[in-house]
C-alpha cells in the first residue's frame, strides 16, 4: 500500500464497475468543464497558454525589428539595473531611469493581462500579483547587478527561486496573490525571445546531435524507471508517468503520458511530488557540480539539458551557470553558450518528442494494458495536440532575426545589430526568465506535495542517477567538444 | 483511409458517448492545477501538452476528452 492508503500495485481499474457508475446526482455541482472542450480546434490559438507565448514572442520580435529597421531601438523599454558597486550608483540608476521601469511595468502588465485573461484568469487578480512578481524580479536583478555577486555565489536564477521557496513556505503567500505566478507562462515567452537571440544555422548545425544525444538518454532513463517501478510492483500507468517525467519534460510530460495512458487521478500527484522535487535539488546541484569539475559552460549546458527535467528548472541552472563563467572562476566559454546548448538539448531534443512518446505509450496502453476496458482509441492526432506549441515561436523567431541579418559583416553585427536588436530581446528575455525563477519558488508549497511513497521514488530515483551519469558521459566524454565549440 | 491499429480503435462502443460530453468529466485548467499540488509549479493546466485531458470523476482516472464508456452521461442529461 502506498503512503495515502492507496495500492498502487493495482492493475487496472474494475471494468465490472463502469456499468454501474450512476450518473451525476441532479443536486451536485457540475463538473468543471474547459470552455469548448468539445475540440479546441482554431480556438487553441487563443486560448492555450502556449500560443500566447508565441503570440507574445514574436509581436515583441516584429516590434524590436520595426525600430530597428528605422535606426532606433526597443532600448529605452528594455531596461535593466546596471552594474552597480555602491548604494549610491544603485539609486541614481533607479533615479534616472524611474519613468524608464514604470513603463516597462505597464507593457509588461497588460500584454500578460491580455493574454492570461484569454485563457481564463481574472484580470484584477492577476495584476495585483503581477505588481509582487515584478517589483522581487527588480530587486532580484538589481542583487545580480551588483559586482560582488559572483564572488557570494548571488546567481539570479537562484536567488529568485531561493526567495520564491522562502516566501511561500516560510512567510505564505495568500492565494488571492497567487494569480501572477504563470512560471510556463513567462518561460514560454523567454524561449521564443530566446529563438530570436539564437542563430537558425546554429540551430541546423547543432540539432542533430542534440537530438541524438538527448534521445539516447530520454530512451535508457524512461527503462531504467519503467522496469524498476514494474519490478516494485507499480502499476504500468502510473511507471509510464513516473517514467516519462524523468525521461522527457517533467511534470509536462508526466501529466500528458497520465492522459494518454488512463492513468489513475493519483499517479499524476505522484509523479509531480518526485519530479519537482529532483528537480529543485537540481537546480542547485548541477551548476555546482559542473563549477567544481571545471566544465565549459557549453558543456555544462549541455549536462544540464540532458539531466534537468523541467524547462524552467533546466533554465535556472543553466543561466546561473552561464553567468558563472569568467577569470574569476576559471569557467570557459559565455553565458550564451551555456544557456544555447541547454535549450538545444532540452527543447529541441527532448520536448519536441512528447506527442510521440504519448502517443506510443497510449497504443501500449490500448493493446495490452487495459486491453478490456471500453473507450481504448489510439488518437494519432496527439502528436499534434501535445507538441508544445511554444517551440514553433522558437523556431520562428531564430528563423525571422537569422533572414534579417543575414549578409550583414561581423563588424556591423557588433557595432549595429547587438546594441540596436539583439540586446534589448536578450535584456526582454532575462526578465520573462527572472519572472519564471522567482515564480517557480512562489508556487511550489511543500505541504502541497502528495505523499509519493517509497517505491515510486525509489524507481523515479534510480533513472536520476542514471541520467546523471548517462548525460554526463554524453555530454563531457563523448559529445564534450562539440559542446565547447558550439557558438565560437 | 485504413490505420494501423485501426482494430484497437473499433473497441470504443459506437454508441458511446465522448468524455468531453460527460457529465462526469471534470477538465477545467484551474479546477486541475487546484487538484493536481504542485502541477504549476513546474508546468501548467493551460498547456498545449495537457491537450483537454481531465478527470473522470465516477471512475477516478486521469484521461483524453476523446475517451469514452459505456457509462457515459451526457451533459444536461
Known sequence: ?488 | MRWPFGQVARKTPATAGQCRTCAHFDNAPATLEAEFGNLASMSSGFASVRAEDGICRARNIYLSSRAGCTSHHAVGV
Not at chain 1, 497558454?49 to 516590434?63: H, M, P, Q, S, Y
Not at chain 1, 481504448?376 to 520562428?396: N, S
Not at chain 1, 550583414?408 to 532575462?430: C, E, F, H, N, Q
Request: with cysteine.
Open chain 1, 1 to 488: 500500500m502506498h503512503a495515502t492508503g492507496i495500492d498502487v500495485s493495482q492493475t487496472r481499474t474494475d471494468m465490472t464497475a463502469i456499468t454501474s457508475i450512476s450518473p451525476r446526482p441532479a443536486n451536485s455541482p457540475p463538473a468543471a468543464r474547459e470552455p469548448g472542450s468539445d475540440g479546441l480546434g482554431w480556438s487553441e490559438f487563443w486560448r492555450k497558454e502556449d500560443w500566447w507565448a508565441v503570440w507574445v514572442g514574436l509581436a515583441t520580435v516584429a516590434v524590436a525589428y520595426a525600430f530597428y529597421a528605422r535606426g532606433g531601438s526597443i532600448g529605452w523599454i528594455a531596461v535593466s539595473p546596471a552594474r552597480w558597486s555602491s548604494g549610491d550608483q544603485l539609486i541614481s540608476h533607479f533615479a534616472a531611469n524611474a519613468w524608464r521601469y514604470v513603463a516597462q511595468f505597464v507593457v509588461f502588465a497588460t500584454v500578460f493581462t491580455v493574454a492570461l485573461t484569454a485563457i481564463g484568469h481574472r484580470a484584477g487578480a492577476f495584476l495585483g500579483s503581477f505588481v509582487l512578481v515584478y517589483l522581487l524580479s527588480l530587486a532580484i536583478f538589481a542583487l545580480g547587478a551588483w559586482d560582488k555577486a559572483q564572488y557570494y555565489n548571488l546567481e539570479p536564477p537562484l536567488v529568485a527561486l531561493l526567495a520564491g521557496l522562502l516566501i511561500s513556505n516560510v512567510i505564505g503567500v495568500p492565494d488571492a496573490l497567487r494569480s501572477g505566478f504563470r512560471v510556463e507562462f513567462y518561460v514560454k515567452l523567454g524561449i521564443v525571445l530566446l529563438g530570436a537571440t539564437l542563430p537558425f544555422t546554429l540551430i541546423i548545425w547543432a540539432g542533430p546531435v542534440a537530438i541524438l544525444q538527448a534521445s539516447i538518454v530520454s530512451i535508457v532513463t524512461f527503462s531504467v524507471i519503467f522496469v524498476t517501478a514494474r519490478k516494485l510492483g507499480l502499476d504500468h500507468r502510473l511507471a509510464a508517468t513516473l517514467g516519462a517525467g524523468g525521461a522527457v519534460c517533467g511534470v509536462s510530460a508526466a501529466i500528458a503520458i497520465a492522459g494518454a495512458v488512463r492513468a489513475r487521478k493519483e499517479d499524476p500527484p505522484i509523479a509531480i511530488t518526485l519530479v519537482v522535487l529532483w528537480a529543485i535539488v537540481l537546480i542547485f546541484a548541477l551548476p555546482l557540480a559542473a563549477r567544481a569539475l571545471g566544465l565549459s559552460t557549453g558543456v555544462g549546458g549541455a549536462w544540464i539539458g540532458t539531466s534537468e527535467f523541467a524547462d524552467a528548472a533546466g533554465f535556472a541552472a543553466a543561466q546561473a551557470y552561464g553567468g558563472l563563467a569568467g577569470p574569476a572562476t576559471g569557467i570557459t566559454g559565455t553565458a550564451d553558450q551555456a544557456v544555447w546548448s541547454y535549450t538545444l538539448i532540452k527543447v529541441v531534443g527532448r520536448d519536441v518528442w512528447i506527442g510521440i512518446w504519448a502517443l506510443v505509450l497510449s497504443i501500449i496502453s490500448v493493446t495490452y494494458w487495459e486491453r478490456s476496458e471500453t473507450g481504448g482509441t489510439v488518437e494519432y492526432g496527439q502528436i499534434w495536440w501535445r507538441f508544445p506549441k511554444f517551440v514553433v515561436g522558437f523556431l520562428v523567431a531564430s528563423v525571422l532575426v537569422t533572414l534579417v541579418t543575414q549578409g550583414v559583416s561581423y563588424a556591423d553585427y557588433d557595432r549595429l545589430v547587438k546594441p540596436g536588436l539583439i540586446a534589448p530581446i536578450t535584456t526582454l528575455r532575462t526578465w520573462a526568465f527572472t519572472f519564471s525563477f522567482l515564480s517557480i519558488g512562489l508556487t511550489t508549497r511543500f505541504r502541497d506535495f502528495a505523499p509519493a511513497g517509497g517505491r515510486p521514488a525509489i524507481a523515479f530515483t534510480a533513472g536520476v542517477i542514471v541520467n546523471l551519469v548517462l548525460g554526463f558521459v554524453l555530454s563531457v566524454l563523448v559529445f564534450g567538444q562539440y559542446w565547447t565549440d558550439l557558438a565560437r
